[in-house]
């Protein structure tokens, strides 16, 4: 009897522990993988503050980064903003708040859809350029070939696309809420919105604090997409299939990390800095 209540609590506790040991374990990874990304950003942001970097490479990376991710992210949020009206407007109209149609869209459009989906764009476009770029540069060990000439890797390739990173996304962005609200101007005024009633509704409802937090949201989410993408080709092993690694983890932590400091940023500038305004 004292046998099997032995065996049956072990078998209760043991799914337990290993489920712990399995949290415990990636918190670990995620608590280092943070840590060496923030050394990263800790040694760019040292040559930044000192002013030691090329000029020139930083707008190299900045056409890079932002002029040619441009047709894809004002393509994709202007479909964003058709798809949103076109849900939206038909069910307001019927119900007669056509006149709230505009501002949803716009507010919608500068808060939250037009920087997260530029994010996402640039770092599919751009992100996985910069892993791709500096893992080859690895594997064929041209990153060791810097550091024997003692030039730094973060101050030599690093910087130039996290200042590009960092100055274009607010730009792109910019855009992307003129093309997006353009886009469900479009569909809104098919569904019976006038163009007046539109235009009125997003002076009514958008405010400068709504853009202004839309953009300070990609200052953060541009450092993210480019101190990881770095840092990924930086880190590349194991030849060929190994840059292709880097690659693929480059975007798919870019965009998680950008998911997870936009619901921080959310929550403290609509939520708890709810006050600035």
Known sequence: MGLEMRADVRFFWLPILRAVNAVSRLALLVVDYVGEVAMTFAAALRYVFTGSFSAKDVF????????????????TVMFSGMVLAAYTA??????????VVGGMVAVTMAREAAPVLSAIVVAARAGSAMAAELGSMKITEQIDALRALAVSPEQYLVVPRFLASVAMLPVVTMLANVV???????????????????????????TGYDINTGLL?????????????????????GGAAGVGRATTNAVVLSVVFVYMADFLLVQFLFGAGDSLK
């Open 90 to 99: 038909a069910e307001l109209v019927q119900l007669n708040l056509g006149g």
């Open 217 to 237: 949201k990609t200052l953060v989410f541009g450092a993210i997409i480019a101190l990881v993408s770095c840092h990924q080709g930086l880190k590349a092993t």
């Open 180 to 206: 997006g609200t353009a886009g469900g101007y479009l569909v809104a005024s098919v569904q019976g919105v006038s163009g007046r009633l539109f235009l009125s509704s997003i002076s009514r409802y958008l």
């Open 60 to 75: 190299d990376q900045m056409a890079i980064i932002g002029v040619n991710s441009l047709p894809i992210v004002l393509l």
